[in-house]
C-alpha cells in the first residue's frame, strides 16, 4: 500500500558519500556474509537496502555500525577511516534504529535522551535542565512526547522517533532504519516516513532496510540490492521498478504467488467464538468451517493481533471458544493445544522462539508435550524423524537440525516457529502476522504452508494487514476498535479493504449522507 501520492524525484548524488563501504569481504567461519560489496550513501539522501533473508543486510548494518570489521575492503565516513579504537565517536557517524526499539523502558525519555550527557550543577544532575534540554530537541525534530513519560509506555512509532531524535541530537551523519515499520499500521508508517522526509530536507541521511518495496519507491533516492553476500545491483527508484528489484533480489528462482484455494464445500462450523472481549477487543464473533482460510485485517491498534492470540490462549479474555462443539478455556495456550488449537504468536523473539535451543527442539516441543511416547517421554528416533520432515517441508536453511535456532535468520526463525504449530497437527491454526519482517522467498514459502494445513482440514486464522498476507483468505473479517466492522470475500479490490481497514468507508457514507 503506497505511503505518499507520489515516489522522489530523480537526483542524481552529489558530492563524497558520507559513508562508503569499498569492496566489503566479512566471514563468519566458512560463511562468507558479505562478497566483495560496495555501497555508497550520500548526503541528504534515503538509500534503501533491500534483499532476502541472508543477503548480508544484517552484516551491512554490523560493519557500519563498527560491530563488525570488514576482513577486506573499506569502511569509510566522509572519505575518512573510522575510529575503530574509539567506539564512542561512532554515533558522529552513525546511529541505528531497530524495529524492536532499544529505549530502556524503566527510564524517561528525556533520560533515553540525555542519556551519559546530562547537564550537572555543583557535582549532581540538573534535571531542571534535563527536562528542558530534552523538550527542545523532541520539539526541534517534531517529535509529539513528553519528556517525563517513561519509555516503556511509549508506542513503537513513538519509541523510534525518541530514537531518531537521539540520534540526530548526537549529530549523526548516517541513520540506519533496520525494518521501522515492521510493527507499524499503516498510518504509522505513513507518519514517520514523513517525518524522514521532512529531515532528510535539512540535511539528515537515512539508509532503510526494508522487505516492503513500497516503502522503498515511497521514500528513497537511491537502492542497492543485495543477493547472497553480494551486490547484485544500485539504482535511482525513479528509473528502476519493482520487478526489477524483485528479479535481482530472487536470481533464478522468483517466488510463485500463492492465492486462495477453492473456497472448501459449505459444512458445520468447526470454530465458533463468540462475545469475545478482552483488553483492545470487544464482543467479537467469528465463526469458520474446516478447511476455511478466514483473514482478520485491521490496523495494529485495531485489536486483530490480540484477538488471534486470545483464541490461541495467549492473551486473557472472556467470552466463548469452541472446536467442534467443545468449549476452550480461555487464557491458557496448553489448555488451547489439548482442544486443537495452535498459535504462531506475533512476536517470535518474545513468544515463539527458544532461540538457544536446537532446530529440532523448537519443531517438536509442542507436539512432544501432546503425544509423549511411552512412559511420558517422546521417542528421539520419532523426534528426529518429525523435525527432518518439517525442515523439508518449510525448506529451513541451513537444514541442520541440531544448530541453535539463533544461528537461523529472521524467516527460518519463523518457519521454525510454524513449523511447531504445524506439529501439533491443529484443526485450528491462528497465525498472527504471520510473514513480519520476512523475505519474499520465506514468505511465499510459510504462505504455501498456511494454505496446506487448511486443505487438510485445519480452520487457519490470519491475523494481518498485511495485503498479500490476506490473498490467502476465502474471506475476511475487518475489525476496527477492536469490534467487527466488515466482512469481504476472496477477490477483494485492495482499495475496498483498505478503506475498510482504514475507516473511510464509513467517513464517506456519513458525508454522502450528510449531503
Request: charged residues 20%; aromatic residues 2%; proline residues 6%.
Amino acid at each position: 500500500m503506497p505511503l505518499s501520492s507520489s515516489p522522489p524525484a530523480a537526483r542524481s548524488p552529489g558530492g563524497a558519500p558520507v559513508a562508503e563501504l569499498t569492496a566489503v569481504t566479512k566471514r563468519f567461519g566458512a560463511t562468507v556474509a558479505l562478497d566483495g560489496i560496495d555501497l555508497a550513501v550520500h548526503r541528504g539522501r534515503s538509500h534503501g537496502l533491500v534483499g532476502r533473508n541472508g543477503a548480508g543486510k544484517s552484516t551491512v548494518v554490523g560493519v557500519l555500525t563498527g560491530l563488525h570489521r570488514p576482513d577486506r575492503g573499506s569502511l569509510t565516513f566522509d572519505g575518512r577511516t573510522p575510529p575503530y579504537a574509539a567506539p564512542q565517536q561512532w554515533r558522529r557517524h552513525v546511529a541505528c534504529v531497530y524495529q524492536h526499539p532499544m529505549l530502556v523502558p524503566s527510564l524517561t525519555v528525556a533520560e533515553n535522551l540525555l542519556m551519559g550527557r546530562m547537564p550537572h550543577r555543583n557535582g549532581r544532575i540538573d534535571w531542571r535542565s534535563t527536562r528542558r534540554r530534552a523538550a527542545e530537541l523532541l520539539d526541534q525534530w517534531g517529535v509529539d512526547v513528553a519528556p517525563t513519560t517513561a519509555a516503556g509506555e511509549l508506542d513503537v512509532e513513538q519509541a523510534q522517533l525518541v530514537e531518531i531524535a537521539k540520534a540526530l541530537s548526537h549529530g549523526s551523519e548516517l541513520i540506519v532504519l533496520d525494518e521501522p515499520t515492521a510493527r507499524l499500521d499503516a498510518g504509522a508508517a505513513a507518519r514517520l516516513f514523513a517525518t524522514v522526509r521532512r529531515l532528510q530536507e535539512t540535511g539528515a541521511t537515512f539508509l532503510l532496510i526494508s522487505h516492503y518495496l513500497h516503502e522503498v519507491f515511497d521514500v528513497c533516492d537511491d537502492v542497492t540490492v543485495l543477493r547472497d553476500g553480494r551486490r547484485v545491483g544500485t539504482h535511482l527508484v525513479a528509473r528502476t521498478t519493482p520487478a526489477q528489484l524483485v528479479e535481482e533480489m530472487i536470481g533464478d528462482a522468483p517466488p510463485t504467488e500463492v492465492v486462495a484455494s477453492a473456497r472448501p464445500e459449505p459444512g458445520p462450523p468447526r470454530l465458533v467464538v463468540s462475545g469475545l472481549s478482552g483488553g483492545r477487543f470487544h464482543d467479537v464473533d467469528i465463526a469458520a468451517a474446516a478447511g476455511e482460510v478466514v483473514g482478520i485485517a485491521g490496523l495494529v491498534s485495531s485489536g486483530r493481533s490480540q484477538i488471534g492470540e486470545a483464541i490461541g490462549g495467549f492473551e486473557p479474555a472472556r467470552g466463548l471458544v469452541q472446536v467442534d462443539g467443545v468449549p476452550v478455556p480461555l487464557g491458557r495456550v496448553d489448555r488451547a493445544l489439548a482442544h486443537g488449537i495452535a498459535l504462531v504468536p506475533r512476536d517470535r523473539h518474545r513468544a515463539g522462539l527458544v532461540a538457544g535451543m536446537r532446530v529440532e527442539d523448537n519443531l517438536t516441543l509442542a507436539a512432544a508435550h501432546l503425544r509423549p511416547g511411552r512412559l511420558g517421554i517422546a521417542l528421539p528416533g520419532a523426534r528426529r524423524a518429525d523435525a527432518d520432515a518439517l525442515i523439508a517441508d518449510l525448506g529451513v536453511s541451513p537444514p541442520r537440525r541440531t544448530l541453535p535456532a539463533k544461528a537461523l535468520s529472521g524467516g527460518n526463525q519463523q518457519k521454525l516457529v510454524l513449523g511447531r504449530a504445524l506439529a501439533t497437527s491443529p484443526r485450528v491454526l491462528v497465525a498472527v502476522e504471520p510473514t513480519a519482517g520476512v523475505d519474499i522467498a520465506s514468505k511465499t514459502v510459510l504462505l504455501g504452508a498456511l494454505a496446506r494445513a487448511a486443505a487438510q482440514g485445519a480452520v487457519v486464522l490470519v491475523c494481518t494487514d498485511d495485503l498479500d498476507d490476506l490473498r490467502i483468505c476465502h474471506r475476511v473479517v475487518v475489525v476496527r476498535h477492536g469490534r467487527n466492522a466488515a466482512e469481504l470475500p476472496a477477490g477483494w479490490d485492495d482499495r475496498d479493504l483498505v478503506s475498510e481497514i482504514e475507516g473511510t468507508h464509513d467517513v464517506e457514507r456519513r458525508h454522502s449522507a450528510a449531503r
